[in-house]
């Protein structure tokens, strides 16, 4: 099975901040990852799939990259409604489509 | 606009079972994969499986092979995720999720997401 590990597990930033997440598979899998966002009490978002390509909708501050085993979730300058957990996914054809541990982004 | 409604919230002792289920709207119900997706308190997404309605194949997470059973009713459009052997661990919003893309493309990716549904187990 693929294996999704996400760093950091938390992160604390200010509006305006530029963040980056990272996600690592554990073996390659192209470009076959996914993005979303999860509020509290809320269902998840996919916010970028197949590793950098944006969801209908979601803001263009929101990017991702990487290939292979090593990927990024990059928000530039941080608004307030992006506080959130983010999570990695593993969307190669082949399940089990694991999710990473997440990464809590707050309030610095 | 795509929809997709859950049951309510079910409270189950320990040992017994809970079917939830998972009304899609708003776009051709057999065209595209349908994902379980849980989430324990305070923890993370986790995949249970999924299911193609089309033809009711199945894929499930090794952790829950011989407790889930996933299934189809093709005549009222709803999709159902039965867990059975249920323990306090398995306490959790389980939320079902329709994919980005038609099942042919097998590029899993969950576009639009249930409300959630709260199972809480406890005797």
């Known amino acids: 099975d693929i294996q999704m590990t996400q760093s950091p597990s938390s992160l604390s930033a200010s509006v305006g901040d530029r963040v980056t997440i990272t996600c690592r598979a554990s073996?390659?899998?192209?470009?076959?990852v996914n993005w979303y966002q999860q509020k509290p009490g809320k269902a998840p978002k996919l916010l970028i799939y197949?590793?950098?390509s944006l969801q209908s909708g979601v803001p263009s501050r929101f990017s991702g990259s990487g290939s292979g085993t090593e990927f990024a979730l990059t928000i530039d300058s941080l608004e307030p409604e992006d506080f959130a957990t983010y999570y990695c996914?593993?969307?190669?054809?082949?399940?089990?489509?694991?999710f990473g541990q997440g990464t809590k982004v707050d309030i610095k | 606009q795509v929809q997709m409604v859950q049951s309510g919230s079910d409270v189950r002792k320990p040992g017994a079972s809970v079917k939830v289920s998972c009304k899609p709207s708003?776009?051709?119900?057999?065209?595209?994969?349908i994902h379980w997706v849980r989430q324990a308190p305070g923890q993370g997404l986790e995949w249970m499986g999924s299911?193609?309605?089309?033809?009711?194949?199945?894929k499930y997470a090794q952790k829950f092979l011989g407790r889930v059973t996933m299934t189809v009713d093709t005549s009222i459009s709803t999709i159902y995720m039965e867990l059975s052997g249920l323990t306090s661990d398995d306490s959790a919003v389980y939320y079902c999720?329709?994919?980005?893309?038609?099942?042919?493309?097998?590029?899993?990716?969950?576009?639009?997401w249930g409300q959630g549904t709260l199972v809480t187990v406890s005797s």
């Open positions: 708003g776009y051709p119900f057999s065209a595209y994969n």
């Open positions: 197949s590793a950098y």
């Open positions: 999720a329709r994919d980005r893309v038609h099942s042919n493309y097998n590029l899993p990716g969950c576009a639009y």
């Open positions: 299911i193609n309605p089309d033809n009711s194949d199945t």
């Open positions: 073996q390659s899998i192209r470009t076959y």
């Open positions: 996914q593993q969307g190669t054809g082949t399940p089990p489509w694991s």
